[in-house]
C-alpha cells in the first residue's frame, strides 16, 4: 500500500492524523477499507456491503423476467452500496414487508447488468421501480423513509 499525498501537504514520513474527528480510527492494514491505493493485485477484499436475500427479492438478469400477470417491486442496486443496503434495511421494516408481500419482487444487480438499468431509466442507486407487463410504471421517491415508501406503494393503482 503506498500513501500518496499532495506535495508540501504534510511533512514526509508516516502519515499522521491532520483532522480529528470523533469515532474515527485511524487507517491500519489489517481492517477493511473502503477505498485503498494498492500495486499488489492479489490483494483480495470482499466488495459486498450487505447480501440480497433470495427468498425475499429474486435476482434477474433479463427484461424477460419481469413480465407477468401480478405487478414487480424491482429493486436496482448494488451489494456494495452503502444506500442500497439502508433501502435493504428499510424495506424489511413490518409495515413495508407486508404491503410488499402484494407483488412479486425482484432484484437487479446494477453492477452486473448495466445496460437492462439503463433501458430501465434507472440514473441512480438505489431504485425502487413498479413495473407491469415489463414497463415501469411508478418510481419510489429518492427521499427514503418507511412513511414516504408506505405512501408510495399506495398511491399506486394497478
Known amino acids: 500500500v503506498r500513501t500518496m499525498r499532495q506535495p508540501g501537504a504534510a511533512a514526509e514520513g508516516p502519515a499522521q492524523s491532520v483532522v480529528r474527528v470523533a469515532g474515527v480510527q485511524p487507517y491500519s492494514k489489517s481492517a477493511d477499507a473502503l477505498c485503498v491505493a494498492t500495486d499488489n493485485d ?38 456494495r452500496c452503502v444506500h442500497c443496503r439502508k433501502l435493504w434495511q428499510l424495506l424489511a421494516h413490518e409495515k413495508l414487508s407486508q404491503r410488499i408481500a402484494q407483488f412479486e419482487t425482484r432484484y437487479l444487480d446494477a453492477d452486473l447488468h448495466q445496460e437492462l438499468a439503463s433501458d430501465l431509466g434507472v440514473r441512480g442507486l438505489p431504485t425502487l421501480l413498479l413495473i407491469t407487463s415489463g414497463q415501469p410504471i411508478s418510481r419510489a421517491p429518492t427521499q427514503y423513509s418507511v412513511a414516504s415508501l408506505l405512501n408510495w406503494l399506495n398511491s399506486v393503482s394497478l
Open 42 to 79: 492479489t490483494l483480495r477484499r470482499s466488495p459486498k456491503l450487505f447480501r440480497v436475500a433470495e427468498s425475499a427479492f429474486r435476482p434477474i438478469s433479463a427484461a424477460s423476467e419481469l413480465e407477468g400477470e401480478r405487478p414487480v417491486l424491482l429493486f436496482v442496486g448494488a451489494e
